[in-house]
């Protein structure tokens, strides 16, 4: 099968852990090399963010990226580029033509507006993943959501329009729902994890005999970071009141955000080390920046828990990443976590922007190494069940494969009435 991944702002070839650049970029490479692995030729679409960079750029076998002018050829932030979406359609459409593929699959709002354009222009069916709802976001961050106001219509507009849209989780196929888009236009496919990458085995980032809590995490308020500070502080004051030593009281790090030399000069990073200090753990919060992702499953390994607390999250690949390490997590209840995190068996969930809660489950998890052991086993146990990419790619074929067989049986019907209409 030929393919067509369309992905505006998220380019598999972005590095990891900018403001912009994340899970949907993680997705995106993963997505399209566990797809090329199987057979098929993917072709990855898009924006040109560099004006240095080659117009196609091989990611590996059966995969290559296509890079699309559509405005300036520099790094602009997702929410502003809605104005550059006509041009991205233009040339995405000249593109299909030249090389038509049998699906276009669109990932994020504004690629599916580009893809849905160009894509009928050839005759090609639109499957869509949206990452993220517009509506969610709205709720959650109310006037300091930076989203185009066109947003949420857009996404009404695509699930309606699209042949299928993939949702990620449970959670975001009842927020679809909600919105009016068909249930029988929605196919739930999760996000995956490379679990021959994250693994429990294999080398294991240095730590001192100070339980280890870790966060990965873009710096971003949404993602929670100032509630696993004030969850340490809750800590550090338990293990004082028990007369625990230095040794006993727990350290957090944070993987994330810009390099490490540059964290001073950034104001999310400056405003959480001022939290940390407020709160009187600054001596156990250890900011480290952007983290390669080589190295991030030895740092992960390292940790006896890792923290995921988002005030929303729309799927969140960070717990696959721990739980595939064999660590148990500590999340909040929400989006995709209510499907990968089984709460007191792979870990524990707790309600958002609750710290103490999150404090009180880390607390009894470190007071019980033989659980939290048994934990960890058991979310090994279910990433590689459920979420390695293998089979994420094989039921995103399947819904492609199932897409272009009732395209086909559309343009049969169409021909024949053709064929009648002439009789």
């Known amino acids: ?47 040109r963010d560099d004006p240095t960079i080659a117009d196609r750029v091989t990611l590996t076998r059966g995969v290559v990226v296509e890079h699309l ?64 709802l517009g509506a969610v976001k709205r709720r959650h961050q109310g006037r300091q959501d930076t989203s185009p106001a066109q947003r949420i219509a857009a996404e009404q507009f695509l699930s309606r329009r699209v042949a299928r849209v993939i949702a990620t989780c ?63 502080a809750a800590l550090c004051g338990q293990a004082s009141a028990a007369g625990a030593g230095d040794s006993g009281r727990p350290e957090l790090l944070v993987a994330g955000g810009p390099h490490a030399a540059e964290l001073h000069a950034d104001p999310e990073a400056v405003r959480l080390q001022r939290r940390a200090e407020r709160a009187g753990v600054a001596d156990r919060v250890h900011l480290l920046g952007r983290v390669d992702r080589r190295e991030l499953p030895a740092l992960v390994r390292s940790a006896d828990t890792v923290l995921c607390l988002p005030w929303y999250e729309p799927f969140g690949i960070v717990p696959l990443e721990a739980m595939a390490c064999g660590v148990p997590v500590v999340g909040t209840a929400v989006g995709g976590l209510l499907d990968s995190v089984v709460d007191g068996a792979t870990g524990r969930l707790v309600p958002p922007r609750r710290p103490a809660a999150a404090a009180d489950a880390v607390a009894q998890l470190l007071a019980d190494p033989a659980a939290r052991i048994a934990m960890g086993h058991a979310a090994l146990a279910r990433t590689r069940a459920r979420y390695g990419w293998d089979r994420v790619a094989a039921a995103t074929e399947a819904t492609y494969q199932q897409v272009v067989a009732e395209d086909r049986r559309r343009s049969g019907s ?3 009435a053709g064929v009648s209409e002439a009789g």
Not at 175 to 204: K, S
């Open 69 to 132: 002018p559509a405005g300036p050829p520099r790094p602009v932030p997702k929410d502003e580029l809605l104005p550059h979406v006509d041009a991205l359609a233009e040339a995405l459409r000249r593109r299909l033509a030249a090389d038509r593929p049998d699906v276009v699959h669109a990932h994020f709002w504004m690629s599916g507006l580009a893809a849905v354009a160009a894509a009928a222009a050839v005759d090609v069916p639109v499957v869509q993943t949206f990452h993220a």
């Open 170 to 232: 449970s959670d975001e196929v009842a927020e679809l729902l909600r919105a009016g888009a068909p249930r029988a236009g929605i196919d739930v496919v999760p996000c995956g994890v490379d679990t021959t990458v994250f693994r429990p085995d294999g080398p294991v980032a240095a730590r001192t005999e100070r339980p280890r809590l870790l966060v990965v995490s873009r710096l971003v308020p949404r993602k929670g970071v100032d509630d696993a500070i004030d969850a340490l």
């Open 1 to 47: 099968m030929r393919i067509a991944l369309v992905s505006e702002h998220a380019s598999p070839l972005a590095v990891i852990g900018g403001t912009d650049a994340g899970g949907q970029n993680v997705h995106v490479a993963a997505l399209a090399t566990a797809l090329g692995a199987r057979g098929h030729a993917v072709t990855v679409y898009t924006r």
């Open 414 to 416: 169409r021909a024949d």
